[in-house]
C-alpha cells in the first residue's frame, strides 16, 4: 500500500470508529439528520486536512467535536439562523461526552451509547412512542399531534419528559447508582 | 423514577434543553449510533478521490506525523495515568495493528486505489472490454467496474469479503463499503468488520455482523436476503426512515414502489466468497475445571468424555501447549484395557445454512505429546471426525457403527516423538454432506498392538479445534 493510502486507511479507521460520536455530536447541535451527515463529512476532511496539529491523539474525540462545532456554527450563519445552543452548554456537553469516554474506556461509542437505550427502554409507551417519532423518525411535533390526536403542548411535554427522564436515568447510570 | 403525570398541563414556557439532554437528544437521534451514516464513507471517497488526481500531494507527511505520534505516544503510555488514556489505547491499539497489517500484506500499490480492498480469489473472472484489468492479489480501483462473468471475491481491509458474480456492475464506496448497480453478490461479514454497507439503487444494507446476500436486477430493483445474524435495510422511504431489521432466513423484496418482505431464497441462489468458521469443542484447551464425564461416547453436547482421562495443569516435564490446563490420558482399566479415547458432540445443527452447498470441510485439529518413554511406553497419538444424522441419544450406537453409519469419516495417527518439550499437530479433514447434525470427535492415546500393557501415564492432549470452510463457489440456482 503507497502511503496516500495508509494513511487513508489508518484515517478511515479512525473515522469509523468516532462516527456515531460525531453524528450524535452534530444531531444535537443541528437537529437535522442530512445536515448533520453534511457536515460530518466536512469535519472529516478537514480534520484529515489538519491530523498534524493534533499534538495528541487521545484527544481525537473532542478534538473532532470541536471542528464539528466550527462547521456547524458557518453552516447556520451561512443560512442566517442564530446558532441554537448557548457557548456555556456546548462546553458542558464536552465534559458529558468525557463521561461516558470515560465511564467506559474500553467500549465503542455504540456501546456506550447502550447507557442510553437502556434509559430510554425505561420510559413509558407513551412518552416511547413520541421519542420514537419525533428522533427515530424526525417528524415534527405537529406530525405527531396530529398522528396521535393530542394537541400540540402535550407532544412537547411528553418530549421534555421523555428528555428530562432519560437524563435523569443516564446521569444516575454514570454516576453508579441503581435507576429508580 | 419516570414522572407519570398527565399531558394536561402545557410546558411553563419554552425551556432550553441543557447539555445533558441535548447529548442524550443527539444519541436518540442516531438511534444509540446505529443509523447508517455515509458521512465517513463518503469523506474517504472525496479524499481517495483528491489523492488520485494530486499525484503527489502531502498525505505522506500526515502518515508520518499521526503514526509517529501514535507510537511515540505508546512508548510513553506506562508513565502516565492508565486510566485517563485507557479510551484512546483501544484506538490507537487498533490504528497501530491495522497500519502493521497494512504494510505486512500489502506490496506496493497506485494512486488511483481505494484503501487496499483486494481481489482475493476469482474464477473465470472476465471484466467488459475498457473496465479493468485485475489478478489476484490486487487492490481495487476506484472506480465503476464491470464484470461480464465470473465469480470475484474481494477482501475489504475490514476483514469482510464479499463474493460478486457476473454479469454485475459495483464499485467501492470505502474501506468497508460496496456499490452495486447489478448482479448478485454474498458477504460474509466478521464481527470486527461490522457496519458493511452495501448500497443498491434501491436500498442500503448495512450489515449488523452476518452473511446476507443481495441480487440487484437490471430493472434496479434489489432482493436481499439474511443467511445468518441480522442487518438493517433502509430504502428512501421518508415514512420509515429507520427502515427495518432482518434476522436469518427473512428476505426483502425492494423497486421503486417501495419495500415487500419475502422469503429468502436459499444461499446456493447467490455466490459465496470463501468462509471460514471455528467451531471450537467446548473447553477445547482443557483450561478450566468444566462438565466432564466418565465414560464412553457422550449423549449430549458440550462435554468431554472418556473412560480414563484427566484434565491437569503443567507437570515436571511437560507444560501445556497454551494456557494453563491440558488433558491427560490413563489406561482403561479391564476389561476395556486398550487405546485410551476421549470424546465430544458438536451441533452443527447451526451451521445447516452453510452445510447445504455440500462443499463445507470440516478439520479437526488436536496438540499431542508425551513424556521421554522406553520399550514399555506407547507412542501413538489418534484423532478421528466422524460426521452422523440423528440425534445425540443415539451418538453411541452411531459412533459404533462408524464405519457404515458415517456421513463422513476422517482419521488420523501420529507416531509422536520422545522429546516432552515439542507439541505435535494432527489434523484430520473430510467434506461434510449436507444432512450432517453432528460430529463425534474423537481423540486417543493409543497402545501398541503387541504391547497393550504399555502405559499410557504421561501422554496429553491439548488445543483441540474444529474449523469449517468453504470455498468460494458461483451460484448454482438460477433466479428467474
Given at each position: 500500500?503507497?502511503d ?11 473515522a ?6 460525531l ?41 473532532l ?7 456547524a ?5 451561512r ?7 448557548d457557548p456555556?452548554?456546548?462546553q458542558?456537553?464536552?465534559e ?16 456506550r451509547?447502550h ?7 425505561h420510559?413509558?409507551e ?5 421519542c ?15 398522528s ?10 411528553r418530549l421534555?419528559?421523555a428528555?428530562v427522564a432519560i ?5 444516575t447510570?454514570l454516576?453508579?447508582?441503581?435507576v429508580? | 423514577m ?5 399531558d394536561s ?7 432550553k434543553?441543557?447539555?445533558?439532554e ?5 444519541i436518540?437521534r442516531?438511534?444509540?449510533g446505529?443509523?447508517p451514516s ?11 478521490a483528491?489523492a488520485a ?6 498525505p ?5 506525523g499521526?503514526i ?11 508513565t ?5 488514556l ?8 487498533g490504528?497501530s ?7 505486512l500484506?500489502?506490496?506496493g ?15 473465470g473472472?472476465?471484466?467488459a472490454?475498457g473496465?479493468?484489468?485485475l ?15 465470473g465469480?470475484?471475491?474481494?477482501t ?20 468497508n463499503?460496496l ?11 466478521p ?17 449488523l ?5 443481495a441480487?440487484?436486477?437490471?430493472d ?8 445468518q ?9 421518508k415514512?420509515?426512515?429507520q ?39 467446548q473447553?477445547?484447551?482443557f483450561d478450566?475445571s468444566g462438565?466432564?464425564?466418565v ?5 449430549d ?6 473412560l480414563?482421562?484427566?484434565?491437569t495443569?503443567?507437570?515436571?516435564e ?9 488433558l491427560e490420558f ?7 484395557a486398550?487405546?485410551s479415547g ?5 451441533d452443527l ?6 452445510l ?9 485439529s488436536?496438540?499431542?505429546?508425551r ?14 471426525l466422524?460426521?452422523f ?6 451418538a453411541?450406537a452411531?459412533?459404533a ?8 469419516l476422517?482419521d488420523?495417527e ?10 505435535e499437530?494432527l489434523e484430520?479433514?473430510?467434506r ?5 447434525d ?12 503387541d504391547n497393550p500393557g504399555?502405559?499410557?501415564v504421561g ?9 469449517l470452510s ?11
Amino acid at each position: 500500500m503507497n502511503d496516500k493510502s495508509q494513511s487513508l486507511h489508518i484515517f478511515e479507521v479512525l473515522a469509523k470508529q468516532h462516527e456515531p460520536m460525531l453524528m450524535a455530536y452534530l444531531q444535537s447541535l443541528v437537529a437535522d439528520h442530512k445536515l448533520a451527515e453534511d457536515l460530518a463529512q466536512q469535519t472529516l476532511l478537514i480534520a484529515y486536512r489538519k491530523i498534524n496539529t493534533l499534538k495528541d491523539p487521545s484527544a481525537f474525540p473532542a478534538w473532532l467535536r470541536g471542528i464539528a462545532r466550527l462547521e456547524a456554527f458557518s453552516a447556520m450563519r451561512r443560512q442566517g439562523r442564530e446558532f441554537p445552543v448557548d457557548p456555556d452548554v456546548l462546553q458542558q456537553m464536552d465534559e458529558v461526552y468525557r463521561q461516558f469516554e470515560e465511564q467506559n474506556p474500553a467500549d465503542t461509542w455504540e456501546e456506550r451509547f447502550h447507557l442510553v437505550e437502556d434509559c430510554y427502554g425505561h420510559l413509558p409507551e407513551t412518552l416511547q412512542t413520541v421519542c420514537r417519532l419525533h428522533y427515530f423518525e424526525d417528524r415534527k411535533a405537529w406530525q405527531i399531534a396530529e398522528s396521535l390526536t393530542l394537541n400540540l403542548n402535550a407532544v412537547l411535554k411528553r418530549l421534555e419528559r421523555a428528555r428530562v427522564a432519560i437524563r435523569d436515568c443516564v446521569q444516575t447510570k454514570l454516576a453508579g447508582k441503581p435507576v429508580e | 423514577m419516570i414522572d407519570e403525570t398527565p399531558d394536561s398541563t402545557p410546558p411553563a414556557g419554552p425551556r432550553k434543553p441543557d447539555a445533558w439532554e441535548l447529548v442524550c437528544t443527539g444519541i436518540l437521534r442516531t438511534e444509540f449510533g446505529r443509523r447508517p451514516s455515509r458521512a465517513v464513507s463518503n469523506a474517504i471517497v472525496q479524499l481517495a478521490a483528491e489523492a488520485a488526481v494530486s499525484n503527489g500531494a502531502p498525505p505522506k507527511t500526515h502518515t508520518e506525523g499521526l503514526i509517529g505520534r501514535i507510537h511515540q505516544w505508546l512508548s510513553n503510555l506506562e508513565t502516565r495515568p492508565a486510566l485517563a488514556l485507557a479510551a484512546a489505547l483501544i484506538m490507537v491499539t487498533g490504528v497501530s495493528i491495522y497500519f502493521l497489517k497494512s504494510y505486512l500484506h500489502e506490496s506496493g500499490g497506485s494512486e488511483n486505489f481505494l484503501v487496499g480492498c483486494k481481489l482475493s480469489n476469482a474464477s473465470g473472472m472476465r471484466w467488459a472490454d475498457g473496465s479493468v484489468t485485475l489478478k489476484i492479489g490486487d487492490s481495487l480501483p476506484l472506480k465503476m467496474l464491470r464484470l461480464e462473468s465470473g465469480v470475484v471475491e474481494i477482501t475489504f481491509n475490514s476483514t469482510a469479503k464479499v463474493a460478486i458474480e457476473g454479469p454485475a456492475q459495483f464499485q467501492l464506496i470505502g474501506g468497508n463499503a460496496l456499490e452495486l448497480q447489478s448482479g448478485k453478490i454474498a458477504t460474509d461479514v466478521p464481527k470486527r468488520a461490522r457496519g458493511f454497507i452495501l448500497q443498491t439503487p434501491t436500498a442500503t444494507v448495512r450489515d449488523l455482523g452476518t452473511r446476507f446476500g443481495a441480487i440487484v436486477g437490471t430493472d434496479k430493483s434489489s432482493e436481499v436476503d439474511v443467511f445468518q445474524g441480522r442487518i438493517q435495510l433502509t430504502t428512501d422511504d421518508k415514512a420509515n426512515a429507520q427502515g427495518w431489521r432482518l434476522t436469518a432466513g427473512m428476505g426483502m423484496f425492494v423497486d421503486e414502489r417501495g419495500a415487500t418482505p419475502a422469503d429468502a431464497l436459499p444461499e446456493l441462489a447467490f455466490p459465496q466468497p470463501e468462509i471460514n468458521l471455528e467451531v471450537r469443542p467446548q473447553n477445547c484447551g482443557f483450561d478450566v475445571s468444566g462438565r466432564t464425564a466418565v465414560g464412553e461416547v457422550p449423549t449430549d453436547f458440550g462435554y468431554w468424555s472418556g473412560l480414563s482421562y484427566s484434565l491437569t495443569g503443567a507437570t515436571e516435564e511437560v507444560k501445556p501447549a497454551n494456557g494453563p490446563g491440558m488433558l491427560e490420558f490413563y489406561n482403561p482399566a479391564a476389561p476395556l484395557a486398550g487405546d485410551s479415547g476421549v470424546f465430544q458432540l458438536i451441533d452443527l445443527r447451526p451451521y445447516k445454512p452453510l452445510l447445504a452447498s455440500g462443499q463445507v470441510q470440516a478439520t479437526l485439529s488436536a496438540m499431542f505429546n508425551r513424556v521421554a518413554g522406553d520399550a514399555n511406553t506407547a507412542g501413538k497419538f489418534g484423532l478421528t471426525l466422524a460426521a452422523f444424522r440423528g440425534s445425540p441419544a443415539e451418538a453411541k450406537a452411531l459412533w459404533a457403527g462408524r464405519a457404515t453409519l458415517a456421513l463422513a469419516l476422517a482419521d488420523k495417527e501420529l507416531a509422536a516423538d520422545n522429546n516432552p518439550q515439542t507439541w505435535e499437530l494432527l489434523e484430520a479433514a473430510t467434506r461434510l454432506p449436507p444432512e450432517t447434525d453432528f460430529v463425534i470427535v474423537q481423540i486417543r492415546a493409543m497402545v501398541p498392538k503387541d504391547n497393550p500393557g504399555a502405559t499410557l501415564v504421561g501422554h496429553f492432549a491439548d488445543l483441540v479445534d474444529l474449523r469449517l470452510s468453504t470455498p468460494m463457489r458461483a451460484s448454482s440456482i438460477a433466479i428467474k
